[in-house]
């Protein structure tokens, strides 16, 4: 089966940079991804790591450990309106793609 | 610019109806899917299809069917509502490969049972 673990909430203050990590096992594997879901809206694609490394997109990036099963992602110079759910997802075995509970993070002034 | 578009927004059930909530794309994309969010909690999986008459489950599937006629449409079928039902639904589609998984999401279906 598949599973992912990652942190329920995460408070940090504006310009600050804050980690997210996700822990996740998998019968196979095909990439992780990280999605962004604000109140009342539908999820958004932030970013994808099928290889070992960082990925970089603006103040976002996003790190994968194949080995360890791990993985994390990075949100730099934090502005309010990245207040939002953080959702890691693992494409598995099948090509079923199965999501974490998410991460709540919530940007103070 | 559709991409992908669910219906309806909102719907109110009476335990044991049924319904069907409608899911389309444009973007010719192979792999379809139907996930739940419950108050506060992360997407679940309900069924899954990567082509046109292929369609598997998810981590969640009791309760619901689904078919996949067509390259575009997936629709979700609630064959007796039950409140345990009531969630927000949300359509999804990505391409084929390995690589590049961006999944894009419908706006959503609040379903709500009484």
């Known amino acids: 089966g598949q599973s992912l673990e990652q942190p329920s909430e995460v408070t940090a203050v504006e310009g600050a940079i804050v980690q997210i990590n996700c822990t996740y096992q998998?019968?196979?594997?095909?990439?992780l991804s990280w999605y962004q879901q604000h109140d009342g809206g539908a999820p958004t694609f932030l970013s994808y790591n099928a290889l070992d490394g960082l990925e970089e997109t603006g103040r976002f990036s996003s790190f994968l450990s194949r080995s360890d099963s791990y993985g994390y992602l990075l949100l730099q110079e934090l502005q309010m309106k990245d207040s939002a759910s953080y959702f890691c997802?693992?494409?598995?075995?099948?090509?079923?793609?199965?999501f974490g509970a998410g991460t709540r993070l919530f940007v103070k002034a | 610019n559709a991409g992908v578009t669910q219906t309806p927004k909102f719907q109110v059930l009476k335990t044991g109806q049924s319904m069907t909530l409608q899911c389309a794309q444009d973007m010719n994309h192979e792999y379809m899917s139907w996930y739940r969010q419950d108050p506060g909690m992360g997407l679940r999986l309900i069924h899954y299809?990567?082509?046109?008459?292929?369609?598997d489950q998810g981590e969640v599937p009791n309760g619901y069917n689904v078919s996949r006629s067509t390259t575009e449409d997936f629709p979700l079928r609630l064959l007796s509502a039950a409140p345990s039902q009531t969630s927000v639904y949300f359509c999804?589609?990505?391409?084929?490969?390995?690589?590049?998984?961006?999944?894009?999401f419908g706006e959503g279906s609040w379903l709500t049972v009484v």
């Open positions: 299809s990567v082509g046109a008459g292929i369609t």
């Open positions: 997802a693992v494409r598995g075995g099948g090509f079923k793609t199965i």
């Open positions: 998998t019968s196979g594997f095909y990439g």
């Open positions: 999804a589609s990505s391409s084929a490969g390995a690589f590049g998984n961006t999944i894009y």
